[in-house]
């Protein structure tokens, strides 16, 4: 694993992992049951952030926060969408689209983040 990937992938974790909290935790917090373990929340920001860290570094090679955060945004609208229609029952609109705009905005960043630590390590 190269030094951009572990480095931006740590830093992604920590930001998502803060991320989830401000949101799920402070702001929309009818969205969470409170019963989550936080380890396993800490490892699924890692792992999703050391996916799109890998993405950004060896496949599409993305180091500019502009375009991190806009491939941050496609990626994180099409995993909202494909997790909400694995997850829910029940079709909401409401929720699909509160679920799709949270989830973008939320990997936006995720991704701007990792493409600004993978620039500043060249």
């Known amino acids: 694993m190269t ?3 572990l480095l931006s992938g ?3 974790t920590v930001v998502y992992y803060l991320l989830g909290w401000l949101v799920y935790g402070l ?3 009818d969205k969470s049951s ?3 373990s936080l380890t396993f ?3 699924g920001c890692l792992f999703y952030a050391f996916t799109i860290a890998y993405i950004y570094a060896k496949l599409a090679h993305i180091s500019s926060l502009k375009a991190g955060f806009n491939a941050g945004v496609v990626i994180g609208v099409l995993f909202s969408l494909s997790w909400y229609f694995f997850m829910y029952a029940e079709f909401n609109l409401r929720e699909l689209i509160e679920e799709v705009i949270v989830g973008g905005l939320m990997t936006g ?3 701007g983040v990792i493409a600004f630590v ?3 390590i060249g």
Request: net charge positive; charged share 25%; no cysteine.
């Open 3 to 5: 030094k951009k990937i």
């Open 10 to 12: 740590i830093v992604g």
């Open 27 to 29: 702001i929309l917090t």
């Open 34 to 36: 409170g019963e989550s």
């Open 41 to 43: 929340i800490f490892l």
């Open 109 to 111: 960043i995720l991704g």
């Open 118 to 120: 993978n620039k500043k």
